[in-house]
């Protein structure tokens, strides 16, 4: 736009806002930032770790101050990669009598992450994020579909050509909701997320359909709509305890076995997974940040100059 108003070159008057104008080439974490960043004024008492894809597939993983609410002062540092050591040997730089000062760090459910958290703020008690484990027992409630709807199509395909072979056009069978078997499998993706009482009149429909051909889906839904529940009614730690180890011995019973994989897994991240309930913090507002990053990204298109757009994230967010 200034560009176009001064009669400059665009590209041009970029140069020389990046070399001249902003500060960049003094900026003092300029010779590593395409490597890693860090702000040790930051460091808070309540962090969330993650990590974000940057530019072409390149993950970098990301440290924030919960207290800074996504404002300025909330990034503490960023490292490529997701090595622990790497990224441990970065917040090291970190005086270790303010690194034992932080209270809780809240990640996701990757060894790694959590090696990386134990190490570098040996004083803080770790949170294993509710909505990752969530997610574990979506996924199991779809892949479960997803199965049922390869087995439809096959179910058709074989159909189709005993129609062809016979001499008959084949006519699917279309189900009291106008939907054929296939159609009803995948368009139940979405409503396999929600809980029953914010299914609109026609997804209620479909679920009845759904759950009467496949018992052992509403089982798998059912499962994970009560994990959930636990996550949101419960305040104490004690109760908490007391509904998971309930919730295993359903996953047992039913004999799924992606929920077994689930079960497993939270058994694994058990103690992480407990200290939920002692503050009720997720990683809601890591995953929010990285949402920032993406826009901020998409804003410029992409990412051509990393440490320039390092640069601009210490503006904005450090």
């Known amino acids: ?7 400059l070159d665009g590209k041009r008057l970029q140069e020389q806002y990046i070399r001249h104008l902003s500060g960049f080439t003094q900026w003092d974490q300029l010779g590593h930032a395409d490597d890693w960043i860090l702000f040790e004024k930051n460091l808070g008492e309540y962090l969330s770790l993650d990590e974000v894809c940057l530019s072409q597939g390149e993950l970098y993983t990301v440290l924030t101050n919960k207290e800074a609410r996504g404002k300025k002062g909330t990034l503490l540092a960023m490292v490529k990669g997701t090595v622990s050591e790497k990224v441990v040997a970065v917040l090291e730089r970190i005086p270790y009598r303010l690194r034992k000062k932080v209270k809780e760090v809240t990640l996701d459910l990757a ?3 959590e090696r990386i958290a134990r190490q570098s703020f040996p004083k803080a008690r770790l949170v294993s994020d ?8 979506g996924d199991a409630v779809q892949q479960l579909r997803i199965q049922y709807r390869w087995e439809a199509i096959e179910q058709e395909n074989k159909e189709i050509e005993l129609a062809r072979e016979t001499g008959h056009k084949y006519v699917p069978d279309i189900l009291p909701n106008g939907d054929t078997m296939k159609q009803l ?3 139940s993706r979405h409503l396999l997320f929600k809980q029953d009482t914010k299914w609109t009149p026609s997804q209620r429909q479909r679920a009845e359909i759904l759950f009467a051909r496949y018992p052992l889906l509403e089982q798998a839904y059912q499962l994970s709509r ?27 019973k039913s004999g799924l076995k992606a929920f077994s994989t689930v079960s497993r897994t939270i058994q694994n991240h058990y103690l ?6 002692d503050n009720r913090h997720t990683n809601a507002s890591a995953e ?5 990053i993406k826009a901020l990204r998409a804003q410029f298109r992409g990412v051509r100059n990393v440490e320039f757009f390092m640069f601009r994230l210490m503006k904005i967010y450090a």
């Not at 509710?130 to 027992?137: D, E, K, P, S």
């Not at 929010?288 to 920032?292: C, G, L, R």
């Open 272 to 277: 992480t997974i407990l200290n939920y309930f």
């Open 1 to 7: 736009m200034l560009g176009t108003l001064f009669q």
């Open 288 to 292: 929010s940040f990285n949402a920032k």
């Open 111 to 113: 060894p790694t992450m």
């Open 226 to 252: 009560r994990l959930s529940y636990i996550f949101s009614n419960t305040k104490e730690k004690g109760i908490g305890f007391t509904r998971l180890a309930q919730w295993y011995d359903q996953v047992e």
């Open 185 to 187: 499998l995948a368009r």
């Open 130 to 137: 509710r909505f990752h484990v969530q997610q574990l027992a």
